[in-house]
């Protein structure tokens, strides 16, 4: 039998957990899928992080939280726990908090993308943050590339939707070695207009999604993390 | 395999009998659900060297291999077919006994294809008299390559081809996939509810334990 017309079947989306953000992608993140959220330092990229693992852990979905800071557990759940949609027990089940550091040091790419394989075949998460990707960049100077595509590659067909931050100097918007083998990029960008300091957030792309573009204001909350306000810039 | 894993296992042990009961079973999984689903099937329907096949549609089989060797699952007895190797420019490595396919399309064809391969004499890949169990990995992804009609067809045929002698399970969305849900669980085959397998499970407070310095994890 000739199959010409396809089942189309939707893609799969899981809720960010950023209010407002859903709204501007079809309902969430597509599932499963790589995305990369790009901001200068102080945008809030790990707060963005947090709350896509934390709206995962009340779903009962398994997350795993991959630092590339060589930062104690501690230190991390002192910040994380001045938001008040983290809860403590999160860090002790539905998030597990793993450190990449050593393997970084050890500056074996191949080692660390095996680390990271072993670790998401034990744990099994649904959600994934890597945080952030760019400091690897600055560890692998030489081969980063391939690292990336074969990261990528591999994070895509692990059933999880991967949430990557990368740091970037003020004027840049992305890191550019991954922004091409990433199925969405979210940028968080932070402008200083009569004397303060506002902060954006632009969906630039998210392949499969037909997605509201512009920049849209956003607030940070103890209570609620990140939030994307209604009013349009 | 952590406590929830061990529950649902538990949980399909109870549903499916010991040995699994044979012919089809429909089960309503979230999508977020399917690999670690499928991963405690795995254990379940392997256990005691049983044979089974399958069939990886959607990503390289390497991906289970190296899941089902962290997880410490032997996949011995288990044939895959892979029906996305042959366009993944992934090169990931894992040894299994595995047969490929062109592709993912023309699905319908698939039954014929593994009664072919079954057939052969001087086949060492699959036995189709062997077999326990067959799943397909998984039925919605098929979609994205197939129409309905064709993997209405392939589902029938497929159930067919093993005779009612081996546990087929289903897995599939149901909210978001009820066509192919209510397609899959037609003709009065069972379907068992996983769907709340997702569910935050109910936090209890764990006893703090006293671990010695030379232990893993301990003061250091």
């Not at chain 1, 939707?10 to 960010?16: E, F, K, N, P, V």
């Not at chain 1, 300091?197 to 499969?208: P, Q, T």
């Not at chain 2, 670690?36 to 060297?49: F, I, W």
């Not at chain 2, 490595?93 to 072919?116: C, K, M």
């Amino acid at each position: 039998m000739e199959s010409t017309d396809i089942g189309r079947s939707d893609l799969a989306r899981i809720q960010t957990g950023i209010p407002g953000l859903d709204d501007m992608i079809e309902g969430g993140f597509p599932f499963p899928s790589v995305i990369l959220v790009s901001g200068t330092a102080g945008t809030g990229k790990t707060t963005f992080a947090l709350k896509f693992l934390a709206e995962g852990a009340a779903r009962g979905e398994q997350g795993l939280y991959f630092t590339t800071l060589s930062e104690p557990t501690q230190w991390m759940l002192r910040f994380s726990s001045q938001f008040e949609f983290m809860r403590p027990e999160f860090f002790e089940n539905e998030i597990v908090y793993e450190d990449l550091g050593n393997h970084l040091r050890g500056g074996d790419s191949a080692a660390l993308l095996e680390a990271i394989e072993k670790r998401i075949a034990e744990v099994m998460p649904q959600r994934i943050v890597i945080d952030p990707i760019t400091v690897v960049g600055e560890m692998f100077k030489d081969g980063y590339r391939q690292f990336l595509f074969d990261l990528t590659n591999r994070l895509k067909n692990w059933n999880a939707t991967t949430l990557v931050t990368g740091e970037v100097l003020p004027g840049e918007l992305y890191p550019p070695e991954i922004s091409y083998a990433v199925d969405g990029i979210v940028l968080l960008h932070l402008a200083e207009e009569l004397g303060a300091r506002r902060k954006y957030l632009e969906v630039l792309k998210m392949r499969g999604t037909n997605h509201v573009t512009g920049k849209h204001s956003i607030d940070i909350s103890r209570k609620e993390g990140l939030i994307v306000l209604k009013a349009r810039f | 395999m952590n406590e929830k894993d061990l529950l649902l296992f538990d949980r399909l042990k109870d549903v499916l009998g010991d040995p699994p009961r044979t012919g089809p079973v429909v089960m309503d999984v979230k999508t977020t659900q399917f690999v670690r689903v499928e991963l405690v099937l795995l254990r379940l329907l392997t256990e005691e060297g049983r044979n089974g096949i399958f069939i990886s549609v959607d990503r390289p089989h390497q991906y289970m291999v190296h899941l089902l060797n962290m997880h410490q699952i032997d996949h011995g007895n288990l044939t895959f077919v892979d029906a996305v190797a042959r366009f993944s420019s992934d090169c990931k490595q894992a040894e299994a006994r595995v047969g490929f396919l062109q592709g993912p399309r023309n699905i319908d064809t698939l039954p014929e294809a593994l009664r072919e391969w079954s057939s052969r004499s001087n086949s060492s890949g699959f036995d189709m008299s062997k077999c326990s169990f067959a799943i397909v990995d998984n039925l919605n992804t098929l979609l994205n390559f197939n129409s309905h009609q064709v993997v209405q067809t392939f589902l029938d045929d497929f159930i067919k081809t093993f005779e009612g002698k081996v546990t087929i399970p289903m897995v599939i969305d149901k909210e978001r996939n009820l066509n192919l849900f209510q397609m899959a669980s037609s003709n009065g085959r069972p379907h068992l509810d996983l769907s709340t397998e997702s569910v935050p499970r109910i936090f209890n407070r764990p006893r703090l334990q006293i671990i010695e310095p030379n232990v893993c994890g301990g003061i250091r």
